[in-house]
């Protein structure tokens, strides 16, 4: 019988790519949400940036806040993205070992 690791570990090149992509797509949608949030025009909801953080944006949610300065007063933030780059990281590097 076949572990989830190792069904997954071959994928593995296709998942950092992915969770890349979707970091970049977030950090750019966290830069485009905090300039129209100083600009007083529609935002992005809260619940998108949550999905592509889960979808494996972890990091660019989290780089995001760091170079934007945005969503750092929103505790589901704060701690939110944090947790979800970690466990994202820990499933990553469990799967490369």
Not at 24 to 35: E, H, S, T
Not at 36 to 53: G, I, N, S, Y
Not at 68 to 97: M, N, S
Request: net charge positive; glycine share 10%; aromatic share 10%.
């Amino acid at each position: 019988m076949t572990s989830i690791k190792e069904f997954l570990q071959p994928a593995l090149p296709l998942l950092l790519g992915v969770a890349a992509a979707v970091s970049l797509l977030l950090l750019a949608v966290m830069g485009v949400d905090k300039r129209r949030a100083r600009l007083h025009r529609w935002r992005v909801p809260e619940k998108v940036l949550f999905l592509l953080a889960l979808c494996g944006g972890g990091a660019g949610g989290l780089l995001g806040m760091l170079l934007f300065r945005h969503k750092t007063r929103k505790p589901a933030f704060v701690l939110g993205f944090p947790a979800i780059f970690l466990v994202q990281a820990a499933l990553l590097f469990w799967l490369y070992r």
